[in-house]
């Protein structure tokens, strides 16, 4: 009930290419999805998130697609860069009830090629 | 901007011995978290502290203890270490629940 499934492990995408990365939880008491971002030797770091009261989320050229009914929610990234090449991992919480806690996703490695 | 600091990037340490990770943060955040971070696994909690001397479990506890005696400080205690604790830990910290957590670079430990 508490985990958060992601997929795929790694993932190639040329330069400008259009990069997908999918998550599914099974806790319908989650209500908060962030999506964080990790470079090599660096901490992850908040990208964009989404609450479930809307469908999808645009910052730039990061979209996050939430699907409430399939339990799913995605990150999609247009024109990907090579400077996008990194680790990312989706989490879920509750935030409504008690002390909020991030469950994550195993993560995505990406590589985009130049 | 938020710097959560951990005190070392790599530390080597041998099989028993007690370790010592440290962490602080600058910005009078009131919550601390110790997670691990395994290839396939994700980050996994170990331990958070909501306040001052106040601590929780999380998932993976056993084998680990913490002290936050101060605010900025949280310390992740190895009591007697093992080859499987070797792996990347990584401390977070925020303001309030609610609030985005802000990670620090890791500590990579290996336990020989």
């Known amino acids: 009930q508490q985990q958060v499934k992601q997929s795929p492990q790694s993932l190639i995408v040329q330069k400008g290419g259009i990069s997908i990365i999918n998550c599914a939880y099974e806790?319908?008491?989650?209500?908060?999805f962030p999506w964080y971002q990790q470079f090599p030797g660096k901490g992850p770091a908040l990208l964009i998130a989404i609450r479930p009261d809307v469908s999808e989320k645009k910052e730039g050229r990061f979209t996050i697609s939430f699907n409430k009914s399939a339990k799913q929610f995605s990150l999609h990234i247009m024109d990907s860069q090579p400077g996008d090449s990194a680790t990312y991992f989706c989490?879920?919480?509750?935030?409504?009830?008690?002390?909020?806690?991030?469950?994550f996703g195993t993560g995505t490695r990406l590589l985009v090629s130049p | 901007d938020v710097k959560v600091t951990q005190s070392s990037r790599y530390l080597v340490k041998r099989t028993g011995e007690k370790v010592f990770l440290e962490c602080v943060q600058d910005?009078?955040?009131?919550?601390m978290f110790w997670y691990r971070q395994d290839p396939g696994l994700g980050l996994r909690l170990i331990y958070f502290?909501?306040?001052?001397?106040?601590?929780e479990k999380g998932d993976i506890p056993e084998g680990y203890s913490v002290s936050r005696e101060k605010k900025e400080r949280f310390s992740l205690i190895l009591e007697s270490a093992s080859t499987n604790q070797t792996s990347m830990y990584l401390c977070?910290?925020?303001?309030?629940?609610?609030?985005?957590?802000?990670f620090g670079d890791g500590t990579r430990l290996s336990i020989l």
């Open positions: 910005m009078d955040h009131e919550n």
């Open positions: 502290s909501y306040d001052v001397k106040m601590k």
């Open positions: 989490a879920a919480s509750k935030t409504n009830t008690g002390f909020q806690k991030l469950v």
């Open positions: 806790n319908t008491a989650f209500d908060y």
């Open positions: 977070a910290s925020r303001m309030m629940s609610n609030q985005p957590q802000h």
